[in-house]
T-cell receptor, first 109, second 116 residues
Framework: TQLLEQSPQFLSIQEGENLTVYCNSS?????LQWYRQEPGEGPVLLVT?????EVKKLKRLTFQFGDARKDSSLHITAAQPGDTGLYLC?????????FGAGTTVTVRA | ETGVTQTPRHLVMGMTNKKSLKCEQH?????MYWYKQSAKKPLELMFV???????ENNSVPSRFSPECPNSSHLFLHLHTLQPEDSALYLC???????????????FGPGTRLTVL
């Protein structure tokens, strides 16, 4: 089982601030996915990164895949209350996804 | 009907009960998954079905029994569960392309299971 560690576990910030969530592993993954999960719902895919060093932007969200494909980060600029949720990273190994335990982000209005 | 649906959304059962969780996907996918999500722990992959054949069984206790009658439906039959089995059970589906790492998994809303 490939283990992914996410940090921090909890993050509470004021609306308009920036935040970064990290995902680290000792394993090399074929790709890495970021999901957001809201209470009472299943995870929803935000992005998939495949190439080492890849950077993807989705409006105010910036995702980066490490050069060695062992780590990733999610940066949110000018966070809004609607960004509140559990952010999960998942590393793909063959057809399996190994998930991190998640970072709970709370954005206060 | 939205992508992946699960019923029931909430289930409370005693340790001697038998119940089933149902998952249905409307995305035309050919692979389906069961995951267990416990508080403060990573999602745990339980079972994978591809083209209605089970390809993964992650050392799951026999009190959990999956069934995949066709590519659109997946069941998880439960019997003689323990309180530590209380968790959110998530179903997902994907289109098995042969390039597993590129297959996006779409999740249902989950069934919140409580075992008394």
């Amino acid at each position: 089982t490939q283990l992914l560690e996410q940090s921090p576990q909890f993050l509470s910030i004021q609306e308009g601030e920036n935040l970064t969530v990290y995902c680290n592993s000792s394993s090399v993954f074929s790709s890495l996915q970021w999901y957001r999960q809201e209470p009472g719902e299943g995870p929803v895919l935000l992005v998939t990164v495949v190439t080492g060093g890849e950077v993807k932007k989705l409006k105010r969200l910036t995702f980066q895949f490490g050069d060695a494909r062992k780590d990733s980060s999610l940066h949110i600029t000018a966070a809004q209350p609607g960004d509140t949720g559990l952010y999960l990273c998942a590393g793909a190994f063959d057809y399996k996804l190994s998930f991190g335990a998640g970072t709970t982000v709370t954005v206060r209005a | 009907e939205t992508g992946v649906t699960q019923t029931p959304r909430h289930l409370v059962m005693g340790m001697t009960n038998k119940k089933s969780l149902k998952c249905e996907q409307h995305l035309g996918h050919n692979a389906m998954y069961w995951y267990k999500q416990s508080a403060k722990k990573p999602l745990e992959l339980m079972f994978v079905y591809s083209l209605e054949e089970r390809v993964e069984n992650n050392s799951v206790p026999s009190r959990f029994s999956p069934e995949c009658p066709n590519s659109s439906h997946l069941f998880l039959h439960l019997h003689t569960l323990q309180p530590e089995d209380s968790a959110l059970y998530l179903c997902a589906s994907s289109q098995w392309s042969g390039q597993g790492h590129r297959d996006t998994q779409y999740f249902g809303p989950g069934t919140r299971l409580t075992v008394l």
